[in-house]
């Protein structure tokens, strides 16, 4: 019900932007977030958004580089990033939380996409 998409190859310091579409207005309510997988590390947080965009979190190895919204006439949450550095490859997956606001935490994620990649060439 989540659908993650945007990955691609860039070189440092290019940009992306990645979409996580949700099949219905289902998600509207919650808080939604994107999180980072490197190979071989755990899943981490990276940005949340609550359900109205008024709250706003980000890790801070992205903080003023990423920048993440949402669209719910849309049904559509973004991450725009920026300044990409190879640390910020991995698999990218957006997640909608069990409460409307903007959790850091993995566990408050119950709906997760599948994951687009992300690869950062030095």
């Known amino acids: 019900q989540l659908q993650a998409s945007g990955g691609g190859l860039v070189q440092a310091g290019g940009s992306l932007r990645l979409s996580c579409a949700a099949s219905?207005?289902?998600?509207?309510?919650?808080?939604m977030g994107w999180f980072r997988q490197a190979p071989g590390k755990e899943r981490d947080f990276i940005a949340g958004?609550?359900?109205?965009?008024?709250?706003?979190s980000y890790a801070d190895s992205v903080k003023d580089r990423f920048t993440i919204s949402r669209d719910n006439a849309k049904n559509t949450m973004f991450l725009q990033m920026s300044g990409l550095t190879p640390e910020d490859t991995g698999v990218y997956f957006c997640?909608?939380?069990?409460?409307?606001?903007?959790?850091?935490?993995?566990?408050?994620?119950?709906?997760w996409g599948q994951g687009t990649l992300v690869t950062v060439s030095s």
């Open positions: 997640a909608a939380a069990r409460g409307a606001l903007a959790s850091r935490s993995r566990s408050d994620y119950i709906y």
């Open positions: 219905s207005r289902m998600f509207s309510n919650n808080g």
């Open positions: 958004i609550s359900w109205n965009s008024g709250g706003k």
